[in-house]
């Protein structure tokens, strides 16, 4: 479970902020987002984990390679994040995308 630590430290990471962008508009596997964001694709898998910990992010498909290897792709779940700091105390509010915006993204794809 996530605490209010958890998700600032992580918001407050550029290359998970870049991620989670990223992951905002369109859906990619570690090494394209290595690649994008031209950093060590283990710092990708670090950033990853973290942000699918806190629910931020989901798998969306794994593609078996030529090589037989999975290569998993990813997609954010976040629409906004609001964090505030009152009185000493630091709260967030997360809003991620409702499975009916699921629904009809997919159906979307499947028109074009």
């Given at each position: ?49 973290t ?12 593609v ?14 976040v ?34």
């Amino acid at each position: 479970m996530e605490t209010d630590v958890d998700i600032t430290s992580a918001l407050a990471d550029r290359y998970t902020r870049d991620i989670l962008t990223i992951l905002g508009k369109e859906e990619l596997s570690a090494q394209q987002i290595a690649n994008k964001l031209e950093i060590p694709t283990s710092t990708t898998y670090r950033k990853i984990k973290t942000l699918e910990d806190l629910e931020l992010i989901k798998k969306t498909k794994v593609v078996r390679t030529i090589e037989g290897l999975s290569e998993r792709y990813y997609k954010s779940l976040v629409l906004e994040i609001n964090i505030k700091y009152k009185d000493g105390n630091l709260t967030y509010a997360v809003n991620k995308i409702k499975m009916d915006d699921k629904i009809i993204r997919l159906w979307e794809k499947f028109r074009a």
